[in-house]
Structures are given as C-alpha cells and as structure tokens.
C-alpha cells in the first residue's frame, strides 16, 4: 500500500503563496491563472461546465464537505433571473481560517473560481459574503476584483465572450432582511399577475418585510412569511418558486438576524 504523506500532495490552493504579500493578477496569470476561465468561456457551453464540476466531486472545506456540482444542479435551466452565486467566506465555524488565508495569499484564485462557476449556472450576479472582523480581507477582495474587472475577466461581455457577471461584497453591516426586501420588492414588480399565489403572496411578502425592517415587526410575521412563501411554490411558472428561494434563504440562515430586528424594533445594524 501507498501511504502519500502531506508532503507529496501537489500544492493546489497554494501553489502561488508568497510567504510575506499577496500573489498579484501578473503572478498569478504566469501560473496559468485565468486560462481555465479564457478555455471555458470559449470552448464550452456552460452544462458543460456545470457537468465537469459535477463529475470532479469537488468539495467544500468548511466541514460539510457537500459537492460544489450538487449546489449548482439545484440551479435548474429553466430558472428565471436574475440568478446569484455566493461565495461564503464568513468562516463561522469556531477556529477556522481557511478562506481567510486563501484571500491573503491568492486572492484571484477565489475570483476565478467564483466566475467559473456563476458561468456554469449562467448566474449574472455574484455575492461575496465575509464577515466584518475580516476587514484586510475585505479590502484586498474589493482591489482584486477591481483589478479583474479592468483586465476583462468581470462585468459586461467577459473575455469577448456573451457572458456577464457582477460580483459584489457583503459583510457584516449589510442588513439580510433590507437585501431581501429589496430582491422581493423587485420580483413583486415584475410578476405578471397571473396566477394568485405570486400576485398576491410577493406583496405579501414584501409588506410584512418592509414592516420588520422598520422596527414593526412581530414574532407573528415569521411563520406567515414561512408560510406565504410555501405557497408560491403552487404558482404556475418558475418565477414565484425562484422569488421565494431568497425568503427561505433569509429565514434559514439569517432567522436569528430577522428575530433581532423583531425583538430590538429596529435594524440591529443601522
Ligand atoms: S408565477 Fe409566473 S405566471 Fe404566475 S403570476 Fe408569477 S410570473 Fe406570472
């Protein structure tokens, strides 16, 4: 039996590390940074993309270890947009430091990881979230992807190609409910009214937000959110499911959030 000590693993995520700076976008194209994002854009359709990722079983590192392919094959073909990748780098578990080191040692390994997959699920948005002790992080992400966006490799038509992606960052001062009220504000304007659920259960939706945000909330409101947004689950096309999965998203993961807004009458980070 083959036993690999750390030692004979190649280097991946750090193969560019500097001991003492971050790996600039020259440094890192010299590797062959960007030419995967270059190939893919030129060469392969985005399921395709999408299937190959899939197919490498590439994992996440924050313990879950849930296929990276997996999450995006819950972005089907026909979902509406605008479609959102985000990227977590908030490292909530205890003691952990993985992205954070990633950040400071090759930051654009990050983004074009990030790219490559939003093309895959054809996203036109892309979030990063951090948390807000990580303000060198912060800073660094916001530079990089600055200095990406002027070589080509972000915003309209990337590389010549027809693909388009906007990333920004979100840390610990961005209110999840005022994003989620904002998404929801917009997807209740361009409903077509068709069907009731979606007619009736966006505004719905938007209004009892809009009253948490302002302090007005009550403990009530949560379970009628929770239940409104099942309900648009019953509409007729895409739009109401792929309206509702930012409400299940804000309610999952940032219920503690949306419970402080209730019981401290105000925006906790206004
Ligand atoms: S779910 Fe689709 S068909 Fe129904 S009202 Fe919304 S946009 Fe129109």
Redesign the pocket.
Known sequence: MNIMMPKDYPKVLFQNRKPDRITTLDEYRQSGGYSALAHVLKEESHAVVKQQILDAVLLGRGGAAFPAGKKMETVADDEPFPRYIVCNADEMEPGTFKDRVLIHADPHMLIEGMIITAYGILADKGLIFIRHEYESAAKILERELRVAGEAGYLGQNILGSEYSLDIMIFDHTTCMVAVTLNLIDFFAR??????T???EGLPYIRDLLARIEAGEGEEAFFPAIEEMSRHLGN??????PGAAAPVESLLTYFGDEVREHITQKKCPVK
């Open positions: 361009e409903s077509c009214g068709w069907c659920p979606c007619r509409a007729y096309c895409a739009f109401a």
